[in-house]
């Protein structure tokens, strides 16, 4: 991972489909100085996604890339697209924030161990859609959110950091999962200082966060 001239902060690209809040939690992290990162480009699946219009007010390019045929991956002529354009913006890590789709080969391979996910429950519990119904339909006490390293599988890949939240009485889907993106706007930005500071080190499935390399 390296940053050129004299600025060293981390090159970031962010893909999301939705309504980026927690691309505002990143956003509001760089501009406060509380991280290293620059956010270089926003790229989104979903042309009128509010995500979009979110970046483009912070000053940031965003851009509708389309996915391809798929529905649910990015893969092959749609993987190609995105791979060019975060080169054209000299991204060195992407931060996936509600990107719905699984990522590929070709993709971790160009940013390997620099793709970053966030999942709105505690991981390897509740992985794919909707993650805050399982867990109440599951009668889970503790909810929460997971930034981890991105991986071949689906919700799968080291765990860089964790939030958790009580799961209430009353909880309905909607006020756990407000809750859990409370924590989720606390958690990716935590976790992005711990990849721009290099004090990210992964040993087999574990992420260790030490001193500055
Ligand atoms: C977040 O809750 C994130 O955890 C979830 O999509 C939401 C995006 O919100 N991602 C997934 O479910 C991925 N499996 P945002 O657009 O407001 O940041």
């Known amino acids: ?24 939690s990143i956003m509001d992290a760089c501009a406060g100085g509380a991280i290293p990162v620059q956010v270089v480009c926003v790229l989104s699946d979903v042309k009128d996604a509010y995500i979009l219009e979110r970046a483009r007010h912070g000053g940031i390019p965003a851009e509708f890339v389309d996915a391809g045929p798929f529905r649910t991956k990015l893969e092959g002529a749609g993987e190609k697209r995105y791979i060019e354009r975060l080169r054209h913006y000299g991204a060195e890590a992407v931060a996936l924030a509600g990107f719905m789709r699984i990522v590929k080969r070709g993709l971790l391979d160009a940013f390997r161990g620099r793709i970053l996910n966030i999942h709105p429950a505690l991981l390897p519990a509740f992985p794919g859609l909707e993650s805050w119904k399982q867990a109440l339909d599951y009668g889970a006490k503790v909810a929460g959110c997971t930034v981890h390293l991105v991986d071949e599988g689906t919700d799968t890949g080291p765990i860089v950091v964790q939030r958790a939240v009580p799961v209430l009485e009353d909880d309905t889907p909607e006020t756990l999962h407000a809750r859990i993106q409370e924590q989720e706007h606390i958690a990716y930005p935590e976790a992005l200082r711990a990849l721009a500071s290099r004090r990210v080190r992964i040993e087999g499935r574990r992420v260790r966060m030490g001193q500055k390399a």
């Open 1 to 24: 991972m390296t940053s050129t001239g004299t600025d060293s902060r981390l090159k970031l690209a962010v893909l999301g489909s939705g309504r980026g809040t927690n691309l505002q």
